[in-house]
């Protein structure tokens, strides 16, 4: 028996994806030993707040920009995620990788997934992947915008041919900033990312309609470290995200007006689908559209859709004469068509 499995390696989380079983996720941190980086724990087993209250204990994320600044935690985080698909006749896995990742650091993936009992391996554009996973077809034209954690990628398909591809330092965790930036400008206040992320996803928004709501929040005084405890409400965050809004339509923009004078047309019909953690904000959708002048759509799930569309594209890779570790984005199209095809005979 073959499990056919997504892998989306995000700054965030490490989510696995299985048509059949469905989603898995977990943080992609580990807890090292500061002094002599050891690992003690991965994952949710890192996160426990009993696990980090050692002094010499450090979270770490290997995953951020596309970097791997590590290989043994990333190998660890990869061990740790694959382990309970484990004992299994073959596993086949499609990994999710940026637009600029080197030949060189999917090879290395490619071998901590080998180490960790994958036994087949292949890899796709990431911003492919959550089109698909968001219900489309990888053979229309259109632009596809994933906002993760710490990045953002950006695609252009013409008719199933990638045209354009990006991928730019603007992502959720910038839009966090933000809100921890304007509690310190309320009084000197610090609170951590995690708190602001929290004031982001229930307060958060860059649309009118958002109903008025409010969060009271524990923070610390930078003068004198004591606690003090405030109230944050929907209006008091409205304009707070400003400047990565901006980042980020600029991004998308670029990429936008490379696109050829005989495509515009029909990929601006399609418009753009937007996905990713990063992009769950009240409105951003509408935004996005209002500014750039082009419609977007954005799915029920998007922060699942890259993880998804791995899974998705594991089913429709043929089985026989398929070398494994190898990067497939420019089959998927035939790939997809083929099975298409297949399934209506």
């Known amino acids: 028996m073959v499990s056919k499995i997504g892998l989306d390696l995000g700054y965030a989380n490490i989510t696995l994806s ?60 990869i061990t740790s995620a694959i382990n309970p698909l484990l004992p299994a006749d073959r596993i086949r896995c499609v990994l999710g990788v940026p637009s600029d990742f080197l030949p060189k650091q999917e090879r290395v993936l490619f071998d901590m997934l080998n180490n960790a009992g994958v036994t087949d391996c292949y890899s796709v554009n990431r911003a492919l992947a959550a089109l698909i996973g ?134 601006f019909n399609n418009g753009i689908i937007l996905t990713g953690g990063g992009s769950i904000i009240y409105g951003l959708d509408k935004m996005m559209s209002k500014v750039l002048g082009i419609p977007v759509t954005q799915p029920e799930d998007p922060l699942d859709s890259v993880a998804k569309g791995l899974s998705r594209i594991n089913s429709f890779i043929p089985v026989k004469g398929r070398s494994a570790n190898k990067n497939i984005t420019n089959f998927v199209p035939k790939y997809y068509q083929d099975k298409k095809q297949g399934s209506n005979n």
């Open 18 to 77: 299985d048509v059949t079983t469905g989603i898995y996720r977990e943080p992609s941190v580990a807890l090292i030993n500061k002094n002599t980086r050891r690992i003690i724990s991965v994952g949710d087993a890192a996160m426990s707040p009993d696990a980090s209250q050692s002094e010499e204990a450090m979270l770490v994320r290997p995953f951020k920009n596309g970097l791997l600044f590590d290989h043994k935690i990333t190998q660890s985080i």
């Open 134 to 267: 968001a219900g489309y077809s990888p053979l229309m034209s259109v632009i596809s915008v994933n906002v993760g954690a710490a990045s953002t990628e950006i695609a252009v398909l013409n008719e199933g041919v990638i045209t354009q591809t990006s991928r730019e330092s603007i992502g959720g965790e910038d839009f966090d900033k933000a809100v921890k930036q304007y509690i310190f400008e309320q009084g000197d206040v610090n609170v951590s990312l995690s708190v602001a992320r929290a004031i982001k996803e229930k307060l958060g928004s860059v649309w009118s309609g958002k109903p008025s709501e409010s969060v009271e929040i524990e923070g610390t005084l930078s003068l004198t470290g004591n606690k003090v405890r405030m109230n944050v409400t929907t209006e008091d965050i409205v304009g707070v995200f400003e400047k990565p809004l901006h980042r980020l339509f600029m991004a998308i923009a670029e990429v936008v007006k490379r696109i050829p004078l005989d495509h515009i047309e029909q990929t």
